[in-house]
């Protein structure tokens, strides 16, 4: 029988991370992202097979929305350090997290969990157990959020890492923005506030446009959740 498409990722992937290393050395911070696709058991296997390779994390591995406990189990065979909470949406979903230190990095967004004076509660909760930040902070996540994570990260002593995606042009010149990002840093900028306008005007030029995610579907074509 034909292995299954994990058991494959699970066999490719760290030999991808072996000739990025061999390739780039060991300066290149190196992240990796799962999902959500993996078994608690696959998972605590996977950051064994990842450790040579020093991740600053591996992310998403199990099904956060499921149960949180799971991380029991890969926080136990593996010091690759875990990060996650993009789908998480209240601080009572990480307690469990935080108190028993099964993850390394928050991953959640300010827009996504409870806005900035909840997110800042969950920092200093996590702050408490030596965990840090990870803001989610892809382009679905606005100028507006963006800027949010930004200022929060700039007043938490946990900061750990800001994820960052250039929005395009048609979405910054809708929100005129003061931070910036150059050689890896992002700066607040001057303006009051969180320094993001909106331009109406410009907006309605581009109207609502449905996006949906991929259509997914294992090797031998069944569907499969994205
Ligand atoms: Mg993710």
Redesign the pocket.
């Known amino acids: 029988m034909m292995k299954m498409l994990v058991e494959r990722y699970l066999h490719t992937i760290p030999h991808v991370f072996e000739e990025v290393r061999n390739r780039y050395g060991s300066d290149l911070i190196l992240l990796h992202?799962s999902?959500?696709r993996l078994s608690p058991i696959q998972a605590a296997r996977f950051g064994k097979l990842l450790e040579p390779y020093d991740l600053f994390w591996m992310?998403?591995t199990t099904p956060a929305e499921e149960n949180q406990q799971y991380l029991r189990v890969v926080r136990q065979h593996t010091t690759t350090p875990i990060?996650?909470g993009?789908?998480i949406n209240s601080w009572t979903d990480y307690i469990t997290l935080i108190e028993e230190q099964l993850i390394d990095y928050v991953?959640s967004a300010v827009t996504h969990t409870g806005g900035l004076t909840h997110m800042r509660k969950l920092m200093a909760f996590a702050e408490l157990f030596g965990i840090k930040s990870g803001f989610?902070g892809p382009t679905d996540i606005s100028p507006v959020g963006m800027a949010a994570n930004l200022h929060l990260d700039l007043a938490i002593p946990n900061f750990g890492i800001q994820e960052y995606m250039r929005h395009s042009e048609e979405t910054l010149a809708v929100f005129p923005s003061s931070y910036t990002f150059k050689d890896g840093m992002l700066h607040p900028g001057n303006k009051p506030g969180l320094g993001v306008d909106f331009d109406e005007k410009l907006a309605a030029r581009y109207p609502y446009q449905a996006a949906p995610l991929p259509v997914d579907r294992l090797a031998d074509g069944t569907l499969h959740e994205w």
């Open positions: 992202d999902h959500h992310e998403d990060a996650i993009e789908i991953r989610h």
